[in-house]
Each structure stands twice: as structure tokens, then as C-alpha cells.
């Protein structure tokens, strides 16, 4: 048995098809699927499979049949959404939403990634399942879309995940931008007056592994609906930045706060997107570990990936 486990396994193995099997975190659901026993992760890319074709879509998951779909692509160009909304709509909402039709024909179970940006961002606590929404920008809406668009397909069998803050070993996010600067200036200004969650890609890849082997468990598993998935803690971008280059050996007093008003986007983002657990918890899944924890695990085990930004 893995390291995960699985009490009650099935006879047959679970079929476990990932969607953007190749960006950060579908690459590190898959590394994570590979080491549970009990499971047949089948991962596809965007050239592999458009999401956005309904007939390609269901083509799929009569080739895979498989009995979850983790959805971890997306349209993720929080400001060239401003200015391309369609495609993003497109991508984040339109396609879950076939993902989930398609899903309800075959009697696959949809677990589906969404984001901190459906909230306005104006709290001071950390955001409930069922706080209100609120997006303030395209990125958010399309999202929040998408959400609407599987739990309409799919209301018994889907489950949308909220996470923030991803960094992880593939592609680009802010923790490989923070070594690259370290290592081109002698000081870095980051914005201190926005609050979240890091969260390590494995991290919350384990957490979706998690669910999708409960929901296929013998008792179900969580309730279908929305959770929220990220690492425990909170910071604000300026913290975490001490916090990676504490990690590389650097001065962390090399960083300065600033304001978010020194660095316009053209996308305006969350002030405050803390994302409470308490759903993720009551369901019995594991909760992950705090933020800072996890930043140093991930320099322990995915630490070459990282520094070579």
C-alpha cells in the first residue's frame, strides 16, 4: 500500500483522467496519482484534448471512462483576461461546464479547480464556502462561471475546489520570480497590503487525490459541493518573499513593503483572499500543512526546479 493508502480498495482500479496534465498543478497530480496504489491516472494536455470541443470532450471520456475527472486546466493569464474575456470565458467557464455534461452522461464524478478570485476580496476574515462572491475581475468572473456551470451539469457528483496562491516546480509563479530577482538586485520592493494563502502545487495535489479517493470510496465520501483547498496560514506577498529568500541563503531584510498602488495591473487584485478550511476539515479531509512549513519542504524536495527560474 502507498503512502496515501486507501481503506476499502475496489477489486478494479479507479480511472483518474486529469485535464492540463502538463501546467503546475496537473503535473504534480499526476506525480502524486502515480504513487497511490489502487489508481489509473490517465493525463491529458491541452494539444491532447481542447476542452473547450464538446466532441472532443465526450470522445474522451468514452475512450477513458474514467470514474473521476480532476479539471486542472484553465485560463489562468489573470491580466490578458482583461482584454481577451471571451477566450477566458471560454476555457473557465464553457468548458468545465461541458466537462460536467459530459460527466453526467457517463457517470463520471467532476472535481474542479476554481480560485480566490470569485471574492471581492474585501474581508478581513478568512472567506467561507458559502461567503458571498463577489469577482472584480475578468479572471474572477470567468471562475466563478465556471463554478456555476459544473454544480448546474453536476450537482451530486462535483466538487469545486477554491485554492490560491500556487507555486510549484512547473512553469512560471511567484516564488521562481522572487529567486530570479534575488539574484539581479540588491533590494526588491514587494506589495505587503495584500493577504493570502501559498499554497505548494504537491500540496494541494495531494489534497485533490485525497478527495477523488473518498468520493470514490465505499461510504462517498464528502458531500458534493464547494471546498476550499490551500495551504494553512496567511500571509501577504511581501512575507512570503522574506520567506524565499530566507529559504535560498539570502538577506530576507533585502526586501522592502510596499504598496500594491506602486505596481498598477490591469487586472485589480484581491486585497484579501484568505480561504477558510473549516468545510475542507468538517469533511474529514486532511487539512495541509501551514504555508511556511510547506515553502520549506518544497525547497527541500523540488529546490533545483525552483532556483533555476
Request: aromatic fraction near 6%; include cysteine; charged fraction near 20%.
Amino acid at each position: 500500500m502507498s503512502e496515501h493508502g486507501w481503506p476499502g480498495q475496489r477489486a478494479q482500479p479507479v480511472t483518474l483522467l486529469v485535464t492540463g496534465a502538463g501546467g503546475q498543478l496537473g503535473t504534480d497530480l499526476l506525480r502524486v496519482l502515480s504513487a497511490v496504489d489502487g489508481l489509473q491516472p490517465v493525463g491529458v494536455r491541452r494539444r491532447e484534448l481542447d476542452i473547450t470541443d464538446r466532441a472532443a470532450v465526450e470522445a474522451a471520456l468514452a475512450r477513458v471512462r474514467p470514474d473521476v475527472v480532476l479539471n486542472a486546466a484553465g485560463y489562468t493569464a489573470v491580466d490578458a483576461a482583461e482584454s481577451d474575456e471571451d477566450t477566458a470565458h471560454l476555457v473557465n467557464a464553457v468548458a468545465p461546464g461541458l466537462l460536467a455534461a459530459a460527466c453526467a452522461r457517463s457517470g463520471a464524478r467532476l472535481v474542479h479547480v476554481s480560485t480566490d478570485y470569485v471574492f471581492a476580496g474585501e474581508a478581513s476574515t478568512p472567506y467561507e464556502v458559502d461567503a458571498p462572491t463577489g469577482p472584480k475581475s475578468a479572471y474572477g468572473r470567468t471562475k466563478l462561471a465556471g463554478e456555476q456551470a459544473v454544480r448546474s451539469a453536476l450537482p451530486g457528483a462535483s466538487w469545486v475546489v477554491r485554492t490560491a496562491w500556487l507555486y510549484g516546480e512547473t512553469g512560471g509563479n511567484f516564488v521562481k520570480t522572487i529567486v530570479r530577482l534575488e539574484r539581479s538586485h540588491q533590494t526588491l520592493d514587494v506589495v505587503d497590503d495584500q493577504r493570502g494563502a501559498p499554497t505548494w502545487s504537491r500540496d494541494l495535489a495531494r489534497g485533490l487525490v485525497d478527495l477523488a479517493r473518498a468520493v470514490t470510496g465505499p461510504a462517498g465520501g464528502p458531500a458534493p459541493g464547494v471546498y476550499h483547498g490551500t495551504n494553512a496560514g496567511d500571509t501577504t506577498w511581501y512575507g512570503l518573499a522574506r520567506a524565499v529568500f530566507a529559504e535560498i541563503g539570502a538577506d530576507p531584510d533585502r526586501v522592502r513593503p510596499t504598496g500594491t498602488d506602486r505596481f498598477p495591473r490591469p487586472a485589480p487584485r484581491p486585497a484579501y483572499s484568505v480561504l477558510s478550511g473549516a468545510a475542507w476539515r468538517a469533511a474529514g479531509l486532511l487539512p495541509l500543512p501551514h504555508w511556511r512549513a510547506a515553502l520549506h519542504t518544497a525547497f527541500a524536495e523540488v529546490g533545483p526546479a525552483l532556483r533555476a527560474a
